[in-house]
């Protein structure tokens, strides 16, 4: 099994923090595959993107307001690349990791037959905001999701065929005319096929307290012991499933990131848990590989 780390990347097709990246992934390598969907028409001046990026036939127009073409194209891309990605992420350039390594493995080994993914219902006047056309749509599919979440891959199916079912391809359309789709569309696959029990919850830290717009949460570009730090322990105390950090700009401290994935843990550990992550990395290791 492994985990398709899927990063749709815009602007100047960079990663604000690509370094902590690589060195998150090695020790992982294993169990992760990592694809880029890019701006076409914009240079790839990062040698490791490029190696990572998906091929130019899987490129799709985006914009902010409509951006769901491309979360479907580069997980078609992840599906047919790897028959063994079994857990999807969805990433942008400004997130980051916020656990572990080894936390992160072990809460694939323990979810992977789940998708995670916090939805609601819209939380806006859907006659007066007329996000993702909800408006045209039965009250009981008004429905938002997070943007950015993980999949399990039969779920991941579902989503590419309730775009090509006869059925749902006109509603695919009506919702993706509406802009901000992505914030609505996976709420209302799961919906549609009966998907919703699985686990509600936020696989994304966001800082909605300090918004920087009507729509966009706030970025974390200079760091304030006093006043940050406080809302990232709240968030991650939260947020159990919670494996990433959105919006952090290139110039947030490396320090104050390494510091919440790399010791944070070590502070949290007890001889018990100790005790249990060995006996559970034993057990997958017979499992998996025996």
Not at 42 to 62: G, K
């Amino acid at each position: 099994m492994k985990i398709a780390l899927c990063f749709l990347i815009s602007h100047s097709n960079t990663l604000n923090k690509e370094e902590l990246w690589k060195k998150w992934i090695a020790p992982n390598k294993d169990i992760i595959n990592i694809y880029f969907h890019y701006k076409q028409n914009i240079h790839i001046s990062s040698e490791w993107i490029s190696d990572h990026a998906v091929p130019p036939q899987y490129i799709v127009p985006t914009t902010y307001l409509h951006v769901v073409h491309a979360y479907l194209s580069i997980l078609q891309y992840a599906l047919e690349a790897d028959l063994r990605n079994t857990w999807f992420c969805f990433l942008t350039e400004s997130c980051v990791p916020i656990i572990s390594p080894k936390k992160f493995r072990r809460l694939f080994y323990k979810n992977y037959k789940y998708s995670i993914m916090k939805w609601s219902e819209a939380w806006w006047n859907t006659q007066f905001h007329r996000r993702a056309n909800l408006n045209l749509l039965s009250k009981d599919f008004r429905l938002a999701n997070d943007p950015w979440f993980i999949l399990k891959r039969d779920h991941a199916l579902s989503c590419l065929q309730y775009k090509e079912n006869r059925i749902t391809k006109k509603s695919f359309s009506t919702i993706c005319c509406g802009g901000l789709a992505n914030e609505s569309i996976f709420a209302i696959i799961f919906k549609t096929y009966n998907l919703l029990s699985n686990k509600n919850a936020s696989t994304h830290l966001t800082d909605w307290t300090r918004m920087e717009s009507g729509t966009s949460p706030h970025l974390f570009k200079t760091y304030d012991k006093e006043v940050d730090q406080p809302i990232l322990d709240k968030l991650y105390r939260e947020n159990p499933y919670a494996c990433f950090l959105r919006k952090v700009h290139p110039e947030f401290p490396d320090e104050v990131l390494n510091k919440m994935i790399y010791k944070k843990e070590k502070q949290e550990r007890t001889w018990f848990s100790l005790l249990f992550e060995f006996l559970w990395d034993l057990f997958i290791s017979f499992y998996y590989y025996f």
